[in-house]
C-alpha cells in the first residue's frame, strides 16, 4: 500500500522560506526517484523538483536557484527547501515517485498534500 504523508506547509509572506518533508512507504522509496509535485487552483499539477536515488536533481525552470530537494534513504523521507518564496508559488504541494513533469493526477496514489500559501 502506498503512503505518503507530506507536512511542513503554511503561510509566509514573499520572500520567505519553508522546508517541505515528505515520508513515504519504503515500497514506493527505495527503488524509485522521488519528486515534488504542486497544483494551483484551476492548474494542472506539475512537477516542480526531482531526486534520483543517488541524489542527482532537476529543476522546473521556475524553481531553479530558489528551491532545494534531498532525500534521506535510511528516513524514507524526501525534503524540499523553499527560499525566496513568491506568490506564484502558492499551491498545494505533493510528493510522488517520478511519473513525468504533468501527471494526471487519477492516475497514481497521492497523500493529502501540504498548502503552501505566499502572501504578497
Known amino acids: 500500500q502506498v503512503q505518503l504523508v507530506e507536512s511542513g506547509g503554511g503561510l509566509v509572506q514573499a520572500g520567505g522560506s519553508l522546508r517541505l518533508s515528505c515520508a513515504a512507504s519504503?515500497?514506493?522509496?527505495?527503488?524509485?526517484?522521488m519528486a515534488w509535485y504542486r497544483q494551483a487552483p484551476g492548474k494542472q499539477r506539475e512537477l516542480v523538483a526531482s531526486?534520483?536515488?543517488?541524489?542527482?536533481?532537476n529543476y522546473a525552470d521556475f524553481v531553479k536557484g530558489r528551491f532545494t530537494i534531498s532525500r534521506d534513504n535510511a528516513k524514507n523521507t524526501v525534503y524540499l527547501q523553499m527560499n525566496s518564496l513568491k506568490p506564484e508559488d502558492t499551491a498545494v504541494y505533493y510528493c510522488?515517485?517520478?511519473?513525468?513533469?504533468?501527471?494526471?493526477?487519477?492516475?497514481?496514489?497521492w497523500g493529502q498534500g501540504t498548502q503552501v500559501t505566499v502572501s504578497s
Open positions: 510522488n515517485q517520478f511519473v513525468g513533469t504533468k501527471p494526471t493526477p487519477s492516475r497514481y496514489s
Open positions: 519504503g515500497s514506493i522509496f527505495r527503488s524509485n526517484t
Open positions: 531526486v534520483t536515488i543517488i541524489g542527482s536533481t
